[in-house]
């Protein structure tokens, strides 16, 4: 199958402004699944509220469009009564990281077998460029027209920390690295988040003077560097990608299973 | 297996009535007063395959249950007032992606944290109105466990027949109660099974076209249909569409499919109607007190009668105006400051002789409660 075979195109043309980066994380993410071979019918695809989350109205898979934050509450619902199901998540960092944050860390620390891609472009692009609380200091957004004094989240260092069994990171500039780590992040069992630069020219870039969409690409192409790249040292300011965790852990439904099974002996 | 007799609390004998019903998914959060529902079923579905979670929040619960159901399973969740409040986003999306579920609230005194450990009838308005925009609902309540575990299998029933959440809104006085429950046989009251569609495959099926008597099969996550569920208003594909014509075509499908069967769904009993001069009506444990005066006052030859509610939404207008219709006095038993009542005013054609008989200090009603109002509405003095 192409990648093609995956759309709903009869719902094209899609809603994402000129030059958004979501489009090249559903590329990303529709190769990703198409060099795994899998079949339309074993993926769900769950997303909440934002620009991120229109991705699953075009994806032929069975699509959840939820509410604002709780895509992976709806997606433990799916996952947890029908194992058997492939459930990816794709998710903005405002609807993964503010509002839906609780359900965000619990998802981690479960580790239930959940592909959680944050395709972080740094603001509310839905509802016109507010601040998320991936911002950071020194922001300019509709709602800090004084510049933004919110620190921000290393989304990272925090599924990491509430126990995501699988962490990494990419932009839309290195889609090829990204297409790999979403793939890797599928074949994992248990759960995983995908960290995506994703560039948003129409209200982060003209905020913040960053340029075209060609030009915020690039500037992700040179504010990143591979995981142990002897330029952060010189650089600790360079963000790095690749994959941060890689780790066996049970599995929240085959334990589940496991309960099940010592349940029904009395 | 032949009818067990247990001897439980009300909230035993509403997880009695969903396994009955073929419950196979739960997800919770503890509350007092209903934690009971949730620890009973933590042991109790994986004993029959099937399965429980305890999610992070009552939000996370609801989102959890209807992930769930769309993978075909028969689910609920259990909470008091606080965690209904949290519920209500998810419950209004049930509503508009017409998820069968089954929402059990056992109530306590209100507002916010209120009076956890004690009973009351505060949330009937939030089970209609909790959620945001024009919708209906479906909320079914009990008086005592018979009728709590018949009450739950009719909830879960009434969710697959008509694609939608239903309430059942218990009250802490019957669910921390202790009394006899009849389990009978399985296959002697009747189920409700998932309608699933006939249809191949491919674009042909759609989720949101109803059939000719109203249903709508679903399609199971995992199956070869593969559709769009969301909260927005939708086509019949599921897709999202602001079509005018979309728009008020849903709104209306959602609103008549339970409106209109109003007399359908009316589940209630009648105590000594025939004849009364006054109607007392009431629901919940409130009922039990009502009851129990009617009983008394029946001795001494007093023409009260009680017509006990079970179905509170959609409310049963026609029938409370036609069971009090001859009544020379109504009075509405709640442990409200009058939430059925102002139903029941706007249902009867005299609403200047409907009576309130109620507590809202977290004291059950008892029946000299009742009487006190009774000797009023009759000039007998205080």
């Known amino acids: ?266 | 297996m032949s009818t067990q007799v247990k001897f439980v609390q009300g909230n035993e004998a509403c997880v009695e009535g969903a396994l009955y019903a073929g419950l196979d998914f739960f997800a919770g959060y503890p509350i007092t007063p209903s934690t009971e529902i949730a620890e009973l079923l933590s042991r109790r579905l994986p004993m029959a395959g099937g399965k429980f979670i305890q999610m992070e929040d009552e939000i996370a619960s609801m989102a959890a249950i209807i992930g769930a159901s769309l993978t075909g399973h028969k689910v609920m969740t259990a909470t008091s007032g606080p965690g209904f409040s949290l519920m209500q986003e998810a419950l209004g999306y049930a509503v508009m992606a017409e998820i069968p579920c089954v929402i059990t609230n056992v109530q306590r005194g209100g507002p916010s944290t209120g009076i956890p450990t004690h009973g009351s009838q505060g949330d009937v308005m939030q089970a209609r109105w909790g959620t945001h925009g024009d919708h209906a609902i479906i909320a079914l309540t009990a008086s005592n466990h018979q009728d709590v575990f018949a009450m739950t299998i009719e909830a879960f029933n009434m969710a697959e027949t008509y694609r939608t959440p239903v309430i059942l809104l218990f009250d802490e006085i019957v669910g921390h109660m202790r009394e006899k429950l009849e389990v009978p046989e399985p296959g002697e009251i009747p189920l409700v099974e998932r309608l699933r569609t006939s249809v191949k495959g491919g674009v042909n099926y759609h989720p949101y076209l109803p059939r000719e008597d109203g249903r709508l099969p679903m399609s199971d996550f995992g199956d070869v249909h593969r559709y769009n569920v969301t909260g927005l208003y939708h086509d019949m594909w599921g897709f999202p569409s602001s079509d005018p014509d979309v728009v008020h075509g849903l709104i209306r499908h959602l609103v008549d499919k339970i409106e209109n069967r109003t007399n359908l769904l009316a589940r209630y009993k009648e105590h000594h109607l025939e004849d009364a001069e006054i109607v007392m009506v009431s629901y919940g444990s409130a009922a039990r007190s009502a009851l129990h005066v009617v009983k008394n006052r029946r001795l001494r030859g007093e023409r009260l009668g009680l017509l006990e509610l079970q179905t509170l939404w959609p409310f049963p207008k026609d029938i409370v105006r036609e069971k009090c219709a001859n009544a020379e006095a109504v009075v509405v038993v709640e442990l409200n400051m009058g939430q059925v009542m102002q139903e029941v005013k706007k249902a009867v054609d005299f609403p200047e002789r409907v009576f309130l008989a109620n507590r809202i200090d977290g004291v059950f009603i008892t029946p000299m409660d009742i009487r006190k109002l009774l000797r009023l509405i009759q000039g007998k003095g205080v």
Request: with cysteine; net charge neutral; hydrophobic share 40%.
């Open chain 1, 1 to 266: 199958m192409s990648t093609h075979d995956y759309l709903r195109q009869r719902f094209f043309p899609h809603m994402w402004c000129p030059g958004c980066g979501h489009g090249t994380v559903l590329n990303s993410l529709l190769r990703a699944v198409e060099q795994l071979g899998m079949s339309k019918n074993e993926i769900v695809m769950a997303s909440g509220i934002g620009c991120s989350s229109r991705i699953s109205g075009y994806v032929d898979f069975h699509t959840l469009h939820t509410l604002h934050g709780r895509a992976l509450a709806f997606a433990t619902g799916v996952k947890l009564s029908k194992p058997e199901l492939n459930v990816i998540v794709p998710m903005g960092d405002g609807d993964a990281l503010a509002i839906g944050g609780n359900h965000f860390i619990h998802a981690c620390r479960r580790n239930i077998d959940i592909t959680a891609i944050v395709m972080n472009n740094r603001i509310y692009g839905m509802t016109g460029g507010q601040f998320s609380p991936m911002s950071g200091v020194g922001i300019n957004a509709t709602t800090a027209p004084f510049s933004n004094i919110d620190r921000e989240f290393d989304v990272v260092k925090m599924a990491t920390a509430a126990g995501a069994t699988f962490v990494a990171r990419s932009t839309t500039f290195h889609a090829q690295q990204a297409t790999d780590l979403i793939k890797q992040a599928i074949l994992h069992e248990g759960f995983s988040v995908v960290e995506i630069l994703s560039q948003c020219p129409t209200h982060f870039g003209r905020k913040n003077k960053l340029g075209a969409a060609a030009d915020m690409m690039q500037h992700y192409k040179d504010i990143t560097v591979p995981i142990g790249s002897s330029k952060k040292k010189d650089n600790p300011d360079l963000i790095e990608r690749g994959i941060f965790v890689q780790e066996e852990a049970p599995e929240y439904c085959r334990e589940y299973d496991k309960i099940i099974e010592q349940a029904m002996k009395g």
